[in-house]
């Protein structure tokens, strides 16, 4: 799942490895999700160490009766020298590389490529489900590490994620399965 609301989501602002904490919109949609959530039967709880994603797993893993484990390949992607900044700031100050994100390419020239992130979180993801073959897990993560993890579940290459999934909202879930060492969407 993808944690709940920072102000920077508010302001449409690059966060990357920003270590930025939920506001109070973001608290209660992690409140609302925990809510929903108690009804499964989860056997851990997962987390990216940044604070707003650890701030939302904690909160859920509370109602879930569980603990909290981090787990750095679950960090949203590294942005470089565009964490916290706006679109609009990052057009200004880095046309080039805003054009090519705008078009769905790879835009900040520092940092870290689509492709290193997908294949940090999905290496994550089976690991984590190798510690946990037949129990059902939540990991508490960003709107870059789902896509990464659901254009591996699609066969899609990890470049072509922003293309082809579109941003979850915040405290949005996505199912997906290990099967066969692989990771596969679940309906």
């Known amino acids: 799942m993808?944690?709940?609301?920072?102000?920077?989501?508010?302001?449409?602002?690059?966060?990357?490895?920003?270590?930025?904490?939920?506001?109070?919109?973001?608290?209660?949609?992690?409140?609302?999700?925990a809510q929903e959530l108690?009804?499964?039967r989860f056997g851990a709880v997962?987390?990216?160490?940044?604070?707003?994603?650890?701030?939302?797993?904690?909160?859920?893993?509370?109602?879930?009766?569980?603990?909290v484990e981090p787990s750095a390949g679950l960090m949203e992607v590294d942005v470089g020298s565009w964490s916290g900044l706006t679109r609009g700031e990052v057009e200004v100050r880095f046309?080039?590389?805003?054009?090519?994100?705008?078009?769905?390419?790879?835009?900040?020239?520092?940092?870290?490529?689509?492709?290193?992130?997908?294949?940090?979180v999905v290496s994550d993801l089976l690991r984590i489900g190798m510690r946990h073959a037949d129990e059902l897990v939540l990991a508490v993560t960003h709107g870059g590490p789902i896509r990464s993890a659901l254009a591996?579940?699609?066969?899609?290459?990890?470049?072509?994620?922003?293309?082809?999934?579109?941003?979850?909202?915040?405290?949005a879930t996505a199912r997906i399965a290990i099967r066969d060492g692989m990771l596969e969407g679940v309906d």
């Not at 997962?46 to 009766?65: D, F, K, N, V």
């Open 38 to 40: 108690v009804r499964e």
């Open 152 to 171: 591996a579940a699609s066969s899609i290459p990890y470049g072509d994620a922003r293309r082809s999934i579109a941003v979850l909202q915040n405290c």
């Open 46 to 67: 997962y987390s990216s160490p940044l604070e707003r994603a650890l701030e939302t797993a904690r909160i859920i893993a509370a109602q879930l009766g569980l603990d």
């Open 95 to 120: 046309p080039e590389g805003y054009a090519r994100w705008i078009e769905f390419g790879h835009g900040w020239d520092d940092g870290e490529s689509y492709d290193e992130l997908g294949e940090r």
């Open 2 to 33: 993808r944690h709940g609301e920072t102000d920077w989501n508010r302001e449409n602002r690059f966060q990357g490895h920003a270590n930025t904490s939920l506001n109070e919109a973001g608290r209660r949609q992690a409140h609302a999700l």
